[in-house]
C-alpha cells in the first residue's frame, strides 16, 4: 500500500510539475513552445503563419493551417529598399483570415531567422498579439510532429494596423551618430561570424549582397546569434541570455541597435534583447550591405583590408 | 537527410526504369527515324501525359491560384529565348553524335558500356564551355525572355487539357506512320522471364516514369540527371580559376541548377549514383551487363556529342530529362520548345551522318 500510495504521489508530482512548466512555456507572452502549439491548432482565433528562406519548403508540408508570407516579396517594398508599406501590410493580414483579436504564431526555417524578422515587422505596425514558436520549424520537424502540404484559405480578416513605429527602427543617421561617438549613450551589437566582424571576410560563402568595405561599424560589440541559442534551437533563458550579452557589455542600461548583414539575423538577436529582456532595442536592417558601401562613415578594420576585402 | 535518402531511391527508381524498359530518347526516336517504329516514342508520350496529370495536381496543392504571376516552386520551367532554342538543337545533334542522349548514357553506363564514360568526360568539358559562354548568352538573350507558363496564361483546366490534346494529337500522328512488325510470339515466357530478362515496352517504363516524376516533385525535386554534373564541372573550373567571376542570373532560375559543390554527396548526386547503380543492378540480372571495348573513332564520336549536349545541357538549363521531360509535365513552354528543337536537331544530323557513313562505305 505505501509503495503504491508513494508511486501516486511521485507521479501526481511529476505531473504538476509537468503542467507547470508546460504552462510557463505556454504562458510566455513572446514564446510559444512545440507542445503548446501542437494542442492549439484547432482554435479559429490562433492563426500560424511561416516565414521561411528556402522556396518549396511551406509548399511540401507546413504546419496545418498555417499561411505563408514570403519575406523578399510579401514583407518587404517591391520598388524601394524597404518593409512592407502599412497598406499592403493590413492586406496581406486581412487575405491571411487575421482579426484584430487573432492570436498570431511565427515560426520559420533556419533558426526562425525571418521568422523574428516578420516579428519585427509585425511590432513596427502595432500588432501585439505575436509570438514566435521556440525552436522554430526545426524543432518541429525533428519532434517528428504532422506537416501539411494543403494550404487552408481562410475568409478575409478586418484587422486595422497602425502607422509603422519607427521607434524599434534604427536608419543610417542614427548608426553614423553612434560611430562618431556623437550619440556615445547606445551600444551596437554586430551579430555576424566573428570573421565578418574583424574584416577578414565581406559576407559568408555564396551570398550575392556585398559590400565595397569589410570590417564593422566602430564601436560595435560581436555576439553571434547563434550564442542566443540552446542545441535544439530553442532561446536560453532570460537568465542565461542577461548573462551572456552583459559579458559583451550590454546590460539593458543603455539603448541598443542590432544589425547583420541585411538585417534578418539581427532581428532574432532584436528579438532576444527587446522581446525576451525587455531591453530598449533597435534593429538596423539597412545593416552592413548599407553601411559598408556608404561614402564617408568610419569603419573598424581589425584585418586591415581596404578595397573590397583585399 | 530525408531528401537524401529520397534522392537514392527515386534514382534507383529511375535507372531500373531507364534499363528495364530502354528508355534511351535517342534510341527511340531513330527507331522511328529509320524504321518508322513509334513504340518507344509512344511510351514517352505516356510518361509525359501521366505527368502533365499529377503535376498539375500537385501544383493545385502548393500554389493554388495559378493567376497571381507566380511559378510554383521549383519547376522546371524556363526563360523561352533563342538562346534555348540553340541549346536544344545542340544537343540533339550531341545526342546523334554519341548515340544517347545523357540519361541513357548513364544507364548505358551500368550496362558496362565504358564509351558512355567518355561522353560523360565530354558532358562535364560541354559544361565548362558552357560556362564559359553564359554570361554573353544571358545578356544577348536569356534575361529579357519571358518565362512562359500555360497555367498562368489559361488556367490549371485549361493547360492540362491543352497539353493532354497536344500529346494525343502527336500519339495520332506517330500511330498512323508507325509501321506494325511482327513481334515474336511471347506466349512461352514465364512472368518471371518477362519482368526480369525481357525489356519491358517502352510504354511501360513510360508510364512509371510519369508517375515516379510526379513522386519526385512531390517529395524533393523535378527529375532531372544534370545538376550533379554541372556541379562537377563548376566546381572544378572554380578551383582552377577557369570560370567567369560571376555567372549572371544562372542561380535565380529553376533548372538542373549547378551550385558550387559544398557536400560530397548532394541531392542530385545521389539520385545519379543511385540511377547508375540500379541500371548495374538490373542489366546484371537480365543478362544486359557486358565491358564493351572502344574503337577510336567511336570514343571520338563520344566525346565530342557529350561537349555539345553538355554546353546545350548548361545552356538550356537542363537536358531531355530535367528541361524536356519536367518541362513539359510543368506545363512549361520552354519544355515544348527544347523538345522541338533538339529533335529538329537530331533529325538533321542522324540523316548527315548516315549519308556520310553510306558515301565511306
Same mark, same amino acid.
Given at each position: ?126 500588432? /501585439?498579439?505575436?509570438?514566435? =514558436?521556440?525552436?522554430? *520549424?526545426?524543432?518541429? @520537424?525533428? %519532434? +517528428? $510532429?504532422?506537416?501539411? &502540404? ?32 556623437? /550619440?556615445?549613450?547606445?551600444? =551596437?551589437?554586430?551579430? *555576424?561570424?566573428?570573421? @565578418?566582424? %574583424? +574584416? $577578414?571576410?565581406?559576407? &559568408? ?106 | ?361
Amino acid at each position: 500500500m505505501i509503495s503504491v500510495s508513494t508511486t501516486a504521489r511521485r507521479f501526481g508530482a511529476a505531473l504538476a510539475l509537468s503542467l507547470t512548466a508546460g504552462l510557463a512555456q505556454a504562458n510566455s507572452d513572446v514564446l510559444v513552445s512545440t507542445d503548446w502549439l501542437a494542442g492549439e491548432l484547432d482554435r479559429d482565433d490562433l492563426r500560424v503563419i511561416e516565414v521561411s528562406v528556402n522556396p518549396g519548403q511551406f509548399e511540401r508540408g507546413h504546419i496545418p493551417g498555417a499561411v505563408n508570407l514570403r519575406w523578399h516579396t510579401d514583407l518587404v517594398d517591391t520598388v524601394s529598399r524597404d518593409i512592407v508599406s502599412q497598406e499592403n501590410f493590413q492586406a496581406l493580414l486581412r487575405e491571411a483570415g487575421i482579426n484584430n483579436d487573432t492570436d498570431i504564431v511565427l515560426y520559420g526555417d533556419t533558426n526562425n531567422w525571418f521568422a523574428a524578422w516578420g516579428a519585427w515587422i509585425f511590432e513596427i505596425y502595432g500588432v /501585439d498579439n505575436v509570438r514566435l =514558436l521556440d525552436g522554430g *520549424r526545426n524543432k518541429w @520537424e525533428a %519532434e +517528428g $510532429r504532422a506537416l501539411s &502540404p494543403r494550404q487552408t484559405n481562410y475568409a478575409a480578416g478586418d484587422i486595422t494596423v497602425a502607422a509603422a513605429d519607427n521607434s524599434i527602427r534604427a536608419f543610417l543617421p542614427d548608426v553614423v551618430d553612434v560611430a562618431r561617438r556623437d /550619440d556615445p549613450s547606445t551600444q =551596437l551589437v554586430d551579430i *555576424r561570424s566573428a570573421a @565578418e566582424y %574583424e +574584416g $577578414r571576410i565581406i559576407a &559568408p560563402d555564396g551570398v550575392a549582397e556585398l559590400a565595397v568595405r569589410a570590417g564593422h561599424i566602430p564601436s560595435a560589440v560581436n555576439v553571434s546569434w547563434g550564442q542566443a541559442v540552446n542545441e535544439d534551437g530553442t532561446f536560453k533563458s532570460a537568465d542565461e541570455l542577461r548573462a551572456l550579452y552583459a559579458d559583451a557589455g550590454v546590460d539593458g542600461s543603455q539603448p541598443v541597435i542590432t544589425y547583420c548583414r541585411i538585417g534578418e539575423r539581427s532581428s532574432h538577436t532584436w528579438f532576444a534583447l527587446s522581446k525576451i529582456l525587455g531591453y530598449d532595442v533597435k534593429n538596423y536592417d539597412g545593416s552592413w550591405t548599407e553601411y559598408g558601401n556608404s561614402v564617408g562613415v568610419p569603419v573598424t578594420n581589425l584585418a586591415g583590408t581596404v578595397w573590397g576585402g583585399q | 537527410m530525408e531528401a537524401l535518402g529520397l534522392s537514392l531511391l527515386f534514382g534507383g527508381g529511375f535507372g531500373l526504369l531507364l534499363q528495364r524498359s530502354r528508355f534511351c530518347f535517342f534510341c527511340v526516336t531513330r527507331d522511328f527515324i529509320d524504321a518508322r517504329d513509334a513504340r518507344g516514342l509512344l511510351g514517352i508520350l505516356a510518361a509525359l501525359a501521366i505527368g502533365t496529370l499529377g503535376y498539375h495536381l500537385v501544383f493545385g496543392l502548393f500554389l493554388p491560384d495559378p493567376g497571381t504571376g507566380r511559378l510554383p516552386p521549383d519547376a522546371h520551367i524556363g526563360p523561352v529565348s533563342w538562346v534555348l532554342a540553340l541549346a536544344a538543337f545542340v544537343f540533339g545533334v550531341g545526342m546523334s553524335l554519341s548515340g544517347s542522349c545523357i540519361s541513357a548514357h548513364l544507364y548505358r553506363l551500368g550496362e558496362g558500356a565504358l564509351a558512355s564514360l567518355i561522353a560523360l568526360v565530354g558532358v562535364l568539358i560541354g559544361f565548362g564551355v558552357g560556362f564559359a559562354t553564359w554570361n554573353s548568352l544571358y545578356l544577348a538573350g536569356i534575361d529579357q525572355a519571358p518565362v512562359l507558363w500555360l497555367p498562368g496564361l489559361i488556367g490549371y483546366g485549361g493547360s492540362a487539357t491543352v497539353q493532354l490534346l497536344g500529346l494525343a494529337l502527336i500519339a495520332a500522328v506517330l500511330m498512323r506512320w508507325h509501321q506494325p512488325r511482327q513481334t515474336s510470339n511471347q506466349s512461352t515466357m514465364s512472368f518471371a522471364q518477362a519482368l526480369l530478362r525481357q525489356r519491358w515496352p517502352t510504354y511501360v517504363g513510360g508510364l512509371l516514369i510519369g508517375a515516379l516524376a510526379v513522386m519526385a516533385y512531390l517529395r524533393v525535386a523535378p527529375l532531372g540527371v544534370t545538376a550533379e554534373l554541372g556541379s562537377i564541372a563548376r566546381t572544378a573550373g572554380d578551383q582552377f580559376g577557369l570560370l567567369p567571376q560571376r555567372l549572371q542570373g544562372l542561380d535565380s532560375f529553376s533548372g538542373c541548377a549547378t551550385a558550387v559543390k559544398n557536400a560530397i554527396l548532394s541531392q542530385n548526386g545521389a539520385f545519379i549514383s543511385a540511377l547508375v547503380l540500379a541500371a548495374f543492378a538490373s542489366a546484371l540480372i537480365a543478362g544486359d551487363f557486358s565491358a564493351q571495348r572502344v574503337s577510336v573513332g567511336k570514343a571520338l564520336g563520344q566525346l565530342s556529342g557529350g561537349i555539345l549536349m553538355g554546353w546545350g545541357a548548361m545552356t538550356a538549363l537542363g537536358c531531355t530529362v530535367g528541361t524536356l521531360l519536367s518541362g513539359i509535365m510543368a506545363a512549361a513552354v520552354s519544355g515544348w520548345v527544347f523538345a522541338v528543337f533538339c529533335l529538329l536537331g537530331l533529325w538533321l544530323s542522324w540523316r548527315i551522318k548516315r549519308r556520310v557513313v553510306r558515301s565511306l562505305a
